[in-house]
Nanobody, 119 residues
Framework: QLVESGGGLVQPGGSLRLSCAAS????????MGWYRQAPGKQRESVAT???????TYADSAKGRFTISRDNAKNTFYLQMNSLKPEDTALYFC???????????????WGQGTQVTVSS
């Protein structure tokens, strides 16, 4: 289970840090990441991190957003700086985890947290 927090209303140029708390260890999440969906648009990837630490950002996020994790807290984050009105969306965290008992991947999604960038 994943639970996001940290969304809210922020002015253009401001910052927010989203958190995604997992109910169990995130050490084997591969990958983990953040998606967003704006009204009338498709869900898009914002940032992903593999178990080995490789990170990929959407072009729109490069230089402004940072994904990170804290294995001890079973939580990963999305630090968002220099926010723009076009960053307004519902942000979701997601992760995949190998289930050795089933021999398949489990995929988890949070419920979403709203980010609104407006003056």
């Amino acid at each position: 289970q994943l639970v996001e927090s940290g969304g809210g209303l922020v002015q253009p140029g401001g910052s927010l840090r989203l958190s995604c708390a997992a109910s169990a260890s995130i050490f084997t999440f591969n990958p983990m990441g953040w998606y967003r969906q704006a009204p009338g648009k498709q869900r898009e990837s914002v940032a992903t991190m593999t178990q080995g630490g490789s990170i990929t950002y959407a072009d729109s996020a490069k230089g402004r957003f940072t994904i990170s994790r804290d294995n001890a807290k079973n939580t990963f984050y999305l630090q968002m700086n220099s926010l723009k009105p076009e960053d307004t969306a519902l942000y979701f965290c997601t992760a995949r985890q190998w289930d050795s008992n089933r021999g398949s991947w489990n995929e988890y999604w949070g419920q979403g947290t709203q980010v609104t960038v407006s003056s």
